[in-house]
């Protein structure tokens, strides 16, 4: 199993980023995809839960509104479409996977079994 995450930058406050994870090593389309972040000093948040089949979602409370997951079962591919872009989004972000995850436990980093490396995310004010 591999989850390559790529997109990341450097932006300032109010700009966006498309940030791509690339998978392979496992039937993708059956999989639950999620993106994590995790700032210096604190623990990883979830910030976006996409089903297998890519009709249901959530979202952390910090990111609603601006952010938006999206998945090509084709391309075997998740992304995450970031607007608004403030400071506070500083971080790394990873992408990451699991074959089940419960609906509560969707945005808890130990509800996935495969992670990517991560990307890093800069906003300036």
């Known amino acids: 199993v591999q989850l390559q995450a790529s997109g990341g930058g450097a932006v300032q406050a109010g700009g966006s980023l498309r940030l791509s994870c690339a998978a392979s090593?496992?039937?993708?389309?059956?999989?639950?995809l999620a993106w994590f972040r995790q700032a210096p000093g604190k623990e990883r948040e979830g910030v976006s839960s996409?089903?297998?089949?890519?009709?249901?979602?959530v979202y952390g409370d910090s990111v609603k509104g601006r952010f938006t997951i999206s998945r090509d079962n084709a391309k075997d591919t998740v992304y995450l479409q970031m607007n608004s872009l403030k400071p506070e989004d500083t971080a790394v972000y990873y992408c990451?996977?699991?074959?089940?995850?419960?609906?509560?436990?969707?945005?808890?980093?130990?509800?996935?079994?495969?992670w990517g490396q991560g990307t890093q995310v800069t906003v300036s004010s």
């Open positions: 990451a996977a699991s074959r089940t995850v419960i609906a509560s436990s969707l945005l808890r980093y130990r509800s996935y079994a495969h």
């Open positions: 996409i089903r297998s089949s890519g009709g249901s979602t």
């Open positions: 090593g496992f039937r993708f389309r059956d999989y639950t």
